[in-house]
Every structure is written in C-alpha cells, then in structure tokens.
C-alpha cells in the first residue's frame, strides 16, 4: 500500500509518553500525511555527527537559571536560537562544526509529540549585533511556524521508509516540570524548561556521561540567551 510513490511497510514508532487511537492509526496512511514526508527529510538532511562514539547509558545533570522572565515575549523561539547558537559555537571550538545548523527535537507543549527543527549555526560572538540578533530569532520562529501540522504527524511519517532508518536529533527540547522518563535517556543531551519562584527561565540539562565540555557549552547558551532575549522582537 502505498501513496505519492512510497511504500509503507515500517512497523509503527511512537514519541515518548505517547498513545495512538485508531484514528491516528488510519492516519499514518493518509495523503497528507505522506506528503509531509519530504519536508521532514529536508530538516533531517545532513545527518548530524555523534556527540559520542559510543554513548553511555549514565547520565550528568546540572541546573541553571536563564537571566530571562518566564513570560518573555517569543521564548521558546529565542532560548531555541540561542541554543543552536551555543550548540555551533561549541562544536566549532571543538573541531566539529557545521554549517548546516543544529537538529534539535521539541516538545514544548508537553504532548509527547516530539518534532525536529533545524536552528541556524550562527556564532556566539555575533549577536551583540541587535539586527543579526533579531534576525536570527524571526529566523527561527519562520522554521517554527513552517512545521505541517504543528509538527504532531511527524510520528507517524517516520513509519515511512524514507524516514525510518535516518538518524533523529541528538538533543532534547522541552517544556517539562518533571523528572525523566527513560525515553528521554535516548539523547545524548535533555533540557527540560522550567520556571523559578522569581518568575526567570530555569533549565534541567541532563547528559550522557563522556560528553566533554558540557560547563562550556550550558554557558555559551546562557550568554547568547541574554543577547537574544535584548534583541527586538
């Protein structure tokens, strides 16, 4: 069976947390499902390098306070560009950069329905440039917005051949006052977004053990975060 010249024959992959009604079921099938496929594809293109040659199961954790209010205008848009920003910043100073951005899933609704997105690869050092800055974060929200359906069916497109067997994003974005649940332990890197009693933006960031450079890395994310969140909008 099959749509748009492509096959199904996958077994049926879930998100973390999530169920399936019979409803979702016969939509993994439907048309416009299937043509959300290339898109999908396109953000999953290049695959990105291995934060580690062979990950470890143990995992690291630390807690930081971001100098941005919880009800800051755009925040998810600006703490995503922010961290594609430290992600390439870091991988940069490490030999291992790219130009063609940072694969990142997120679930920042807390659904479960996690979806990647590709955040630019714009160095650190940069935004203190306010139009680059604000640029970057349009940019962002663009990449956000463009995702077909919300980003809910893309579960159900890597059933698709095209999609089942290309490695995922490597870190985790989410909205999540919780602890971990050990489908979160399949990143190398978790942060969960919270807030603290003052009203700023706190982030729970869990790694896999091995992971060098890791204090480096968070502090590059809370530099550029205090450049973008001064940023027009």
Not at 124 to 143: K, W
């Amino acid at each position: 069976m099959g749509f748009l010249g492509v096959t199904v024959f996958a077994p049926l992959k879930l998100a973390h947390r999530e169920t399936i009604s019979p409803a979702q079921l016969g939509r993994t099938f439907c048309t416009e499902v299937a043509e959300q496929v290339p898109y999908w594809v396109a953000v999953l293109t290049p695959a990105e390098r291995p934060l580690q040659v062979t990950p470890s199961p143990l995992r690291e954790r630390t807690t930081v306070t971001l100098p941005v209010p919880a009800n800051t205008h755009r925040l998810d848009a600006r703490l995503l560009a922010a961290l594609g920003s430290a992600v390439s910043t870091w991988q940069r100073e490490n030999r291992r950069g790219s130009s063609s951005g940072v694969l990142v899933d997120i679930d920042v609704d807390d659904t479960g329905f996690v979806h990647p997105v590709r955040l630019p690869a714009v160095p650190v050092d940069a935004l203190t440039e306010s139009a680059r800055a604000s640029y970057l974060v349009d940019d962002v929200c663009r990449r956000l917005d463009s995702a077909p359906h919300g980003g809910r069916d893309y579960p159900l497109t890597r059933n698709y051949p095209a999609l089942a067997c290309r490695p995922g994003a490597q870190i985790l974005f989410r909205h999540d006052a919780r602890e971990s649940d050990p489908s979160h332990d399949e990143y190398a890197i978790d942060i969960a977004i919270g807030e603290t009693e003052s009203g700023l933006v706190s982030a729970r960031v869990a790694w896999s053990v091995g992971i060098e450079g890791m204090d480096e890395l968070v502090r590059l994310w809370a530099a550029a975060t205090t450049e973008l969140t001064a940023a027009p909008s």
